[in-house]
């Protein structure tokens, strides 16, 4: 079908020639409204006049950036990553992604379960709600994405199919590339400029060359590695749970890439929310569950990822009979740690972006008190710079911790 961008209206024509979307409405008396505020894409809520709680989400990318106009041309493509992202998850781990009712690369279009009993995360630890099963759940999505699509897995050729499939995700990847790993860290006009502004924290971030050039060798990691395909931008509002589950949502920055990416993402996200608790609420009790919270997603992805491997017979990297058993076990045990150094350093990337680069996350650049604002953007800094330059010295997930305590 040739592309044709939809708006309220025209979305409900379209849906209601997909036969699999209009089974689940029962009827084609439908509404659509436009939902969100999203950087990329447009999103829509379509939903049942007779029957309201029958609604899907809509989510169509249009040749441009949203959030800046037509006048920022972004190619639509990404939605073709997204879509071959969500049904490789969907197939590696059917919980912890949403239902798919249709997509269409040629449409850049996804329609998928209405998560309307789901909250995102990071609205959700803000208000210092606790979810007892996340680390749970996460750290599954983490393991068995991370590990079934990799040479520990996959064969040589599957995994070369994989990277063929994927990483023609230019356009986000350089996205990344600038605005994680360069412009957040240097005067450019990207930035959030009334926040840079006769800032010392600019100033000093901006000529720390030690921190910088540690972030161009992690910078190279993400345009080099072909680790495993990874979400791209798994940060707490990709993630959406009650209770009872948890599921992980806009994959359009998806790739081949490090392994430590999606990790260390998730890790700065919490961290961050850790040090608006630790500025802000001062609640000690939430702090501690935060890092208790942080402690259980590293070492159950440790534990998980590892299990994955040792029942793994042949693959790209390893085939029975190469090395003996108590060799190997050695062998995955650095690899598990190489991997916790890594996800620490894109952790402080992750982190130390936020504070000037034009992506600030509302734990921070949404705390109404300047004075309370500026304590929270040093101690982001503080520990994103430990994270960064110790990196590589990383032994165990209680050194991890002890930076943050310290602050």
């Known amino acids: 079908m040739e592309y044709k961008e939809l708006d309220v209206k025209s979305v409900i024509s379209y849906l209601k020639d997909v036969d699999e979307v209009m089974d689940y409405f029962c009827g084609d008396d439908l509404e659509a409204k436009e939902i969100g505020n999203g950087n990329l894409n447009y999103v829509y809520l379509v939903s049942s006049i007779s029957n309201p709680k029958k609604a899907l989400i809509v989510k169509q990318a249009v040749p441009y950036l949203r959030c800046v106009g037509e006048e920022f041309a972004l190619s639509r493509q990404r939605m073709t990553f997204e879509i071959r992202a969500l049904l490789k998850f969907k197939n590696i781990v059917t919980s912890v992604i949403p239902k798919i009712y249709h997509a269409s690369e040629d449409m850049s279009i996804v329609v998928m379960e209405f998560l309307d009993s789901h909250s995102i995360l990071r609205d959700g630890l803000t208000s210092r709600v606790k979810y007892p099963n996340f680390s749970e759940h996460i750290s599954t999505y983490l393991a068995n994405t991370l590990f079934k699509t990799s040479s520990l897995c996959l064969d040589s050729t599957q995994k070369r199919e994989l990277v063929y499939e994927f990483n023609a995700n230019s356009e986000l990847c350089k996205l990344t590339e600038d605005f994680v790993f360069t412009f957040a860290f240097m005067q450019n006009e990207t930035n959030d400029e009334e926040n840079v502004k006769n800032n010392p924290l600019a ?17 190279y990691k993400f345009m080099t590695a072909s680790d495993a395909l990874i979400h791209g931008d798994l940060h707490t509002g990709s993630v959406m749970l009650n209770d009872k589950e948890t599921f992980v949502i806009d994959p359009e920055f998806a790739f081949v890439g490090p392994f430590g990416f999606d990790i260390g993402a998730l890790l700065a996200n919490l961290v961050n929310n850790y040090i608006r608790h630790s500025v802000v609420t001062k609640d000690e009790d939430f702090k501690k ?38 060799t190997a076990s050695k062998y995955r045990e650095k690899f598990l740690k190489e991997i916790l150094r890594d996800s620490v350093g894109f952790a402080g990337c992750k982190m130390a972006r936020r504070v000037f680069g034009v992506a600030g996350v509302a734990e921070i650049r949404g705390i109404e008190n300047q004075k309370l604002r500026l304590d929270a953007e040093a101690l982001v800094l503080k520990i994103a710079r430990e994270f960064v330059i110790k990196y590589e010295k990383i032994d165990s997930i209680e050194d991890i911790l002890e930076i943050i305590i310290a602050g």
């Open 203 to 219: 100033k000093k971030l901006f000529l720390d060359m030690e921190f910088k050039v540690k972030v161009l060798d992690l910078k």
């Open 289 to 326: 569950y935060l890092l208790q919270m942080i402690k259980e997603v590293l070492e159950l992805f440790n534990k998980k990822f590892l299990k994955l491997w040792e029942v793994q017979s042949d693959s790209a990297l390893l085939i029975d009979g190469y090395i003996d058993a108590n």
